[in-house]
């Protein structure tokens, strides 16, 4: 069992920055890969991105893609979301999400844990 742990959302301007971490407690992440989803209201789930502990793979979504970078911290057993840029189109519910086997692409699924989320709010 995994369990995982959302923070650092938050309110921020248009243009903004904001770190989130995705803690996990139960196993290590190592071995696993880790997804990053977000969910605005009245739309429906968003991969934002994913990561391989195997072979260091990362994906983005194209709306993403240069503005936001995943990060991990082995010893704090923690993924983190770095996030540029933000617009107010990045206004969402964030999740990390973890799966035993490699992600092979960005919307590869079969995740087995999820964490309850943090709110962005991104000002206009």
């Known amino acids: 069992q995994v369990w995982l742990v959302e923070s650092g959302g938050g309110l921020v301007q248009d243009g903004g920055s904001l770190k989130l971490s995705c803690a996990a407690s139960g196993r290590s992440l190592n071995n696993y890969a880790v997804g990053w989803f977000r969910q605005a209201p009245g739309k429906e789930r968003e991969r934002v991105g994913g990561?391989?502990?195997?072979?260091?793979?990362?994906y983005y979504a194209e709306s993403v893609e240069g503005r936001f970078t995943i990060s991990r911290d082995n010893a704090k057993n923690t993924v983190y979301l770095q996030m540029y840029s933000l617009k107010p189109e990045d206004t969402a519910v964030y999740y990390c999400?973890?799966?035993?086997?490699?992600?092979?692409?960005?919307?590869?699924?079969?995740?087995?844990?999820w964490g309850q989320g943090t709110q962005v709010t991104v000002s206009s």
């Open positions: 999400a973890a799966r035993r086997a490699p992600l092979r692409y960005l919307l590869d699924g079969g995740y087995d844990y």
């Open positions: 990561n391989n502990w195997s072979d260091g793979r990362t």
